[in-house]
């Protein structure tokens, strides 16, 4: 048991997989965690076939060091939960957690923040420094090392706080149309073309316009 309950209103209890939606897209975030709208898509069949290798919880040594694949991590402090893909542990019991991903080794400031939040709950919970992870990309079969700068920190903990309310008043921010929804597999759902449009045409619509100026008055 976590005891979260016991600190936390359920409403308030963020999961951590619901930092990296909202820091790509928070109606992207809003749609999944608060009107449970799911679809798939090229990227997320990938990334699910992926996750099934690391979703059996397991213990054994990797690179020889010991690990542990999908492992609950949790913080009362921050209110959230969730589960690393996998943890690796150096000698002297420092945690090393690593994400998986399908896609391309990039640097991606929303994967940072769901695995900053996995290391922040890591120290809480082992009361041991957790300075770095790493993100795994499956289609480069590279890694990419992330260090848990203070201003990462922070800037994670400010996400926490916007996913909280952003769940907890149940609303769900407009559509960005840009260069990030053509990959989104809630495309089909989002649309975001037709919503932007209908927002430009009601934006540009003045009742005004109907009396002609000679007649105004």
């Known amino acids: 048991m976590n005891g979260l309950e016991a600190f936390w209103d359920e409403t308030a209890i963020v999961p951590i997989s619901a930092l990296e939606h909202y820091a790509y897209c928070p109606r992207q975030c809003a749609l ?3 009107e449970q709208t799911y679809e798939e898509n090229e990227y997320t069949l ?17 690179e020889g060091l010991l690990s542990h694949s999908a492992l609950p991590i949790w913080s009362i402090r921050l209110g959230i939960i969730g589960r690393a893909d996998l943890v690796l542990f150096y000698p002297d019991g420092t945690p090393y957690p690593v994400e998986y991903k399908s896609g ?4 991606k400031y929303h994967d940072d923040i ?3 939040a996995q290391a922040m709950g890591l120290e809480e919970m082992l009361n041991h420094p957790v300075p770095k992870g790493s993100i ?8 990419r090392e992330v260090v ?4 990462l920190r922070r800037l994670t903990e400010q996400v926490i706080l916007e996913v909280r309310d952003m769940l907890q008043r149940g609303t769900v921010p407009p559509p ?10 809630l495309i089909g759902v989002c649309m975001p073309d037709l919503i ?13 316009r109907l009396v002609d100026s000679e007649d105004a008055g």
Do not use: M, W
């Open 32 to 34: 999944i965690h608060i």
């Open 46 to 62: 990938r990334g699910r076939s992926l996750h099934e290798q690391v979703d059996i919880p397991r213990t054994a040594v990797e």
């Open 104 to 107: 391309r080794r990039k640097v």
């Open 114 to 116: 769901q695995l900053c």
């Open 136 to 143: 795994y990309y499956h289609a480069s079969r590279r890694r």
């Open 148 to 151: 848990f700068s203070p201003d």
């Open 176 to 185: 960005v149309n840009d260069a990030r929804c053509p990959n989104c597999s």
């Open 196 to 208: 932007s449009t209908l927002q430009n045409s009601t934006a540009s619509y003045s009742p005004f």
